[in-house]
């Protein structure tokens, strides 16, 4: 099946709360393949990819993220899909 991607930028406070690991569990779970890293600027960023419906699924999951999070703005954007990424990864 085509897989579909996107890249987001989640803003809010999502470091110190377990955002990544979260995001990691949830993107397990919907079978999709990508990354999640924290940034500089104290955001979080990821890349998912997958089939479509999973994809969206997760794209709204990440206005909630963990119960201690406080997510203010998901800024998401289409990208191309990676095939060398097989699996969810938390990058340092």
Do not use: C, Y
Request: aromatic share 6%.
């Amino acid at each position: 099946m085509p897989q579909t991607a996107f890249t987001a930028k989640i803003t809010g406070r999502v470091q110190g709360v377990a955002f990544r690991a979260w995001t990691r569990s949830r993107a397990r779970t919907l079978g999709l393949t990508g990354w999640v890293q924290n940034d500089a600027t104290g955001s979080v960023s990821a890349h998912v990819q997958g089939e479509q419906a999973q994809v969206e699924t997760m794209l709204g999951d990440l206005w909630s993220g963990p119960a201690a999070a406080s997510v203010r703005d998901v800024q998401a954007r289409k990208a191309a899909p990676d095939p060398a990424l097989t699996s969810f990864e938390i990058r340092p």
